[in-house]
């Protein structure tokens, strides 16, 4: 008997995690929400669900974004996150001096049209970003962003956001010997995922090119 309330327990939690993330992905999809915990907590408003069993985790919101944009988007979307592929592209090049690294939903595909690329640069030195920025006349808003380094340490790192033309950018700056060891994730111990220039370039290559260069 205890045994059986188990079962319904857990099958009762993870039917509410399946609709949690399902709806999370909704608000991101639908309603401009980029950040995943921001859409998780308003995600669990709106059901009235709380428990934190019942709270998925982000890749499981991100499975169910990617999902929704296979059943919902249009060939716009697939368009504009190409585009902005590209243009993480040629940031990775311009950046080459801070060893950047392309992460969250540009990468992952769950990114919209407004959401920024983001970019992880490496070095010790935090300023020289701000310089170099400075020197190639990129005006840029200063920001700072909590990261999960490893499982001790977590730091405000300094983060810079502009656009360029219509891209909005984000470059959080991360301690050089972050660029071996990614940080991990905001909700769990898993690395976050990652690409290097070459890697995104061969991620592109693999993608249908986009419908008004077709």
Request: positive net charge; aromatic residues 4%; hydrophobic residues 40%.
């Given at each position: 008997?205890?045994?059986?309330?188990?079962?319904?327990?857990?099958?009762?939690?993870?039917?509410?995690?399946?609709?949690?993330?399902?709806?999370?992905?909704?608000?991101?999809?639908?309603?401009?929400?980029?950040?995943?915990?921001?859409?998780?907590?308003?995600?669990?408003?709106?059901?009235?669900?709380?428990?934190?069993?019942?709270?998925?985790?982000?890749?499981?919101?991100?499975?169910?974004?990617?999902?929704?944009?296979?059943?919902?988007?249009?060939?716009?979307?697939?368009?504009?996150?190409?585009?902005?592929?590209?243009?993480?592209?040629?940031?990775?090049?311009?950046?080459?001096?801070?060893?950047?690294?392309?992460?969250?939903?540009?990468?992952?595909?769950?990114?919209?049209?407004?959401?920024?690329?983001?970019?992880?640069?490496?070095?010790?030195?935090?300023?020289?970003?701000?310089?170099?920025?400075?020197?190639?006349?990129?005006?840029?808003?200063?920001?700072?962003?909590?990261?999960?380094?490893?499982?001790a340490r977590r730091e405000d790192c300094p983060?810079?956001?502009?656009?360029?033309?219509?891209?909005?950018?984000?470059?959080?700056?991360?301690?050089?010997?972050?660029?071996?060891?990614?940080?991990?994730?905001?909700?769990?111990?898993?690395?976050?995922?990652?690409?290097?220039?070459?890697?995104?370039?061969?991620?592109?290559?693999?993608?249908?090119?986009?419908?008004?260069?077709?």
């Open positions: 008997m205890h045994r059986a309330r188990q079962q319904h327990a857990g099958a009762r939690s993870r039917e509410r995690r399946h609709r949690l993330a399902h709806e999370a992905a909704r608000l991101m999809a639908e309603g401009g929400i980029h950040d995943i915990h921001q859409a998780r907590l308003k995600a669990a408003g709106r059901l009235g669900i709380h428990d934190d069993a019942s709270l998925p985790q982000d890749q499981e919101i991100e499975r169910a974004l990617q999902e929704y944009r296979r059943l919902f988007s249009s060939a716009s979307h697939a368009d504009a996150l190409r585009r902005s592929r590209e243009a993480a592209l040629e940031a990775l090049a311009f950046f080459a001096p801070f060893q950047p690294r392309l992460h969250g939903g540009v990468l992952d595909g769950t990114a919209d049209a407004q959401a920024p690329v983001q970019l992880h640069l490496h070095g010790d030195d935090a300023d020289a970003v701000q310089r170099f920025l400075v020197d190639h006349r990129i005006p840029a808003q200063a920001r700072s962003r909590r990261v999960r380094l490893d499982r983060t810079w956001a502009f656009h360029a033309g219509e891209v909005a950018f984000e470059l959080t700056v991360l301690p050089s010997n972050a660029l071996r060891q990614a940080p991990l994730r905001a909700d769990d111990d898993r690395p976050m995922r990652r690409a290097s220039e070459a890697q995104l370039r061969q991620l592109l290559a693999l993608e249908p090119p986009r419908h008004d260069d077709a």
